[in-house]
């Protein structure tokens, strides 16, 4: 397993305004993942924060809206901009580990309320 | 598209009161399948992987088990601890998770 911390863990934010989200994790990891949870709905799959290259957006994400660095193989962070009511969310971030399993481990999440 | 739901959405047992949460899924290409659990303000924690039909995992209280359509996640004696949101994920060709909505469990003395 890996250990993964976020930060902030929580924030309130304006609409228009913009918010980047750290993740940091205690070693080296190729995979690393950003979701978002909605309040009363499961995860959703934002983007794959791919080292050294451009983040791999899923359908409905965009790079203009979730700007997304991967620097090295322990950090990346999340960026949601022009924040809007309808992107309070919990984001989180999650890593793959090991080779020949797909099992992936989870920080502990940001909590994110836009007014 | 791949596909997982859960049911019940909500379940309220009594401690030592065994029960099974279901999680019917819709994958090509099933490489896994995952259980979770998730309590309040938290991210997900990793409890369990299956592969293949047939095969069962364990942990404490609970018992994960898997076939060509569905897996369930058997809860014996759970005790108010164990109140949790459990989620279920799977994995296909698509090489990306994707989640149930998962089953709000409360264990109650």
């Known amino acids: 397993s890996a250990v993964i911390s976020q930060k902030p863990s929580r924030d309130i934010c304006q609409r228009g305004t913009s918010l980047t989200i750290q993740c940091q994790v205690d070693?080296?990891?190729?995979?690393m993942f950003w979701y978002r949870q909605q309040p009363g709905q499961s995860l959703t799959l934002i983007a794959t924060?791919?080292?050294?290259?451009?983040?791999?957006?899923e359908s409905g994400f965009v790079i203009d809206k979730f700007p997304i660095s991967r620097p090295n193989l322990t950090f990346s962070t999340l960026t949601v901009s022009n924040m809007s009511p309808e992107d309070s969310s919990i984001y989180l971030c999650?890593?793959?580990?090991?080779?020949?399993?797909?099992?992936?481990?989870f920080g502990p999440g940001t909590r994110l309320t836009v007014t | 598209e791949d596909q997982v739901t859960q049911s019940p959405e909500a379940l309220r047992l009594q401690e030592g009161e065994s029960s099974s949460l279901n999680c019917s899924y819709t994958?090509?290409?099933?490489?896994?399948l995952f259980w979770y659990r998730q309590d309040p303000g938290k991210g997900p924690e990793f409890l369990f992987t299956?592969?293949?039909a047939g095969e069962e995992k364990e942990k404490e209280r609970l018992k994960a088990t898997l076939t060509k359509k569905e897996s369930f996640l058997h809860i014996t004696a759970p005790k108010p601890e164990d109140s949790a949101t459990y989620l279920c994920?799977?994995?296909?060709?698509?090489?990306?998770?994707?989640f149930g909505t998962g089953t709000r469990l409360q264990v109650t003395l």
């Open positions: 299956l592969y293949s």
């Open positions: 924060a791919n080292q050294g290259s451009e983040a791999t957006y």
């Open positions: 994958v090509s290409g099933l490489r896994g």
């Open positions: 070693s080296q990891v190729t995979m």
């Open positions: 999650s890593v793959a580990v090991g080779q020949g399993t797909y099992e992936q481990y």
């Open positions: 994920a799977v994995i296909g060709t698509a090489s990306k998770l994707t």
